[in-house]
């Protein structure tokens, strides 16, 4: 089984900053491809970037520009660096992995999950 732990969010004030980190534990060599969804009140869970373990990536056509993932395979960490934040941001951010090496968007792609970050973006 695979684990994936989310900390880094918070409550963040308009045009700041954060970096949400997502550490994999238990069966890793299960997990090649991982990412981010986030799911704001009341809609539907969104993709916003993914990353292959050779490093491939792939953004969300609204994460482009003010985000930034990233990965460090010597600590089974993956990143989410965000710049500029919204209000519109504001979600609950959840990590995930796959057991293919392929740039999935979709949730059912996903065999694995975190219990999910909380950013609120308010003045």
């Known amino acids: 089984q695979v684990q994936l732990a989310e900390s880094g969010g918070g409550l963040v004030q308009p045009g700041g900053s954060l970096r949400l980190s997502c550490a994999a534990s238990g069966s890793i060599d299960k997990i090649y491809a991982m990412g981010w969804f986030r799911q704001a009140p009341m809609k539907a869970r969104e993709w916003v970037a993914s990353i292959t373990s050779h490093g491939k990536i792939n953004y969300a056509d609204s994460a482009k520009g003010r985000f930034t993932i990233s990965r460090d395979n010597t600590k089974n960490t993956v990143y989410l660096q965000v710049h500029n934040l919204k209000p519109e941001d504001t979600a609950v951010y959840y990590c995930?992995?796959?057991?293919?090496?392929?740039?999935?968007?979709?949730?059912?792609?996903?065999?694995?999950w975190g219990q999910g970050t909380r950013v609120t973006v308010s003045s």
């Open positions: 995930n992995a796959r057991a293919l090496n392929d740039l999935g968007i979709l949730p059912r792609e996903y065999d694995y």
